[in-house]
């Protein structure tokens, strides 16, 4: 058996033992407060964000976009489909292959993930206009269309902490799916831009598709996309030493929190010490169990997606399969898979990645909050 076969054999077993340990696990949301929270975030929101951009301001926005992306007559705004993905597990290319494939929008939590359109978000549902969630890239595709049944809308579920410790990104079931719905909103007044959290609730929500990236990959996939100043300031390039020794200081950093935290068993302390950034393995465990935690408690419909099949010969299958789901007509072929992250096993030893194996296996069969 090749590597490539041996990779993807223990991903498909880590898939099984993540589903297979949450199934069945019943943990009771608190959502009494959700309402009242919604509300303060909105009136917070605007007050934060510009005290002199009210609501109707907003929802002029909203209809010059509209003029110039003008939405089918009887416009009946689509229900949302959350993209559940670890930060750097491929969600931005999964974002663009679906727009690409069907050439319609998609949509964010995140105000600020629009990068090459700098003007104030612009909501989904304009019945939510202060909350979101926000289209993303709107203005940049003109000839693209909305879509009717279901909207794909990105959500990191409060992952963005990269050196935090177990009390920081340890969630309870409420706390997760809290994260799920918040997201930051931008807006602009006079050459002035600002941010805001926001809450949106989920009544619209019905469909999600839970992104899972093989976490060797995602652990450096992580390192390199990060701004390359760890600990002390330190540059880093992206050679493997480098790649060692920002996670050497990061390790250095938080393990006197992990071992006196009850969240981290100690044979799992041990059996990975010494392994580089063990914590974001930590973090990647104990997200993707609360993710299908979230899931299975709101009875979602679901579609798990491996980023590994879209560097498979299933390609084509794959791009159909997450069309199909959302309800959308295939209008152009994805652009080819660009992988120059093939050699993340080489950021890692035979034994580190053996052993770092068994904590995955044991924690995802364990983890119930």
């Not at 909203?62 to 993905?85: E, G, M, Q, R």
């Not at 799992?268 to 299975?296: G, M, V």
């Amino acid at each position: 058996m090749n590597e490539r076969m041996k990779v993807s054999s223990r991903r498909f077993f880590l898939i099984a033992f993540l589903q297979c340990a949450l199934l069945g696990v019943f943990v009771s949301y608190m959502n009494t407060s959700l309402s009242t929270t919604i509300m303060n975030a909105r009136t917070l929101s605007l007050q934060q964000a510009d005290p002199h951009l009210t609501a109707a301001d907003v929802n002029n926005l909203i209809k010059k976009v509209d003029l110039v992306h003008p939405k089918p007559k009887n416009y009946d705004p689509p229900k949302l489909a959350w993209l559940l993905s670890f930060p750097n597990s491929g969600a931005s290319y999964t974002l663009n292959l679906i727009s690409r494939l069907s050439h319609t929008y998609v949509a964010t939590n995140y105000g600020d993930d629009n990068k090459k359109d700098l003007r104030a978000s612009f909501p989904v549902y304009q019945d939510q206009s202060e909350v979101g969630p926000f289209w993303l890239n709107l203005t940049l595709y003109p000839n693209y269309t909305y879509p009717k049944e279901f909207v794909i809308v990105s959500t990191q579920c409060g992952a963005r902490c990269e050196s935090c410790g177990p009390s920081q990104y340890a969630e309870t079931t409420y706390s997760f799916r809290r994260a799920c719905q918040c997201g930051t909103r931008r807006t602009v007044q006079n050459g002035t831009t600002a941010y805001s959290e926001v809450l949106y609730p989920t009544t619209r929500l019905e469909k999600a598709i839970h992104l899972i990236r093989d976490p060797f990959d995602n652990v450096v996939a992580r390192f390199l996309a990060d701004t390359r100043s760890g600990p002390g300031g330190i540059v880093f390039n992206k050679t493997k030493e480098s790649f060692r020794d920002y996670c050497r200081g990061l390790n250095k950093k938080i393990v006197d929190e992990e071992n006196k935290s009850v969240l981290v068993d100690k044979t799992w302390s041990n059996l990975s010490k010494d392994i580089p950034c063990r914590a974001d393995f930590f973090r990647w465990i104990e997200w993707h169990s609360q993710a299908f935690h979230l899931t299975n408690d709101m009875q979602l419909e679901v579609l798990v997606l491996d980023h590994e099949s879209y560097r498979t010969q299933n390609f084509n299958a794959t791009c159909n399969r997450l069309l199909e789901f959302l309800g959308l007509i295939r209008h152009d072929d994805p652009e080819p898979f660009v992988d120059d992250e093939t050699i993340h096993h080489l950021y890692f030893t035979p034994d580190e990645r053996k052993r770092m194996g068994i904590v995955i296996k044991q924690m995802a069969s364990n983890v119930a909050w």
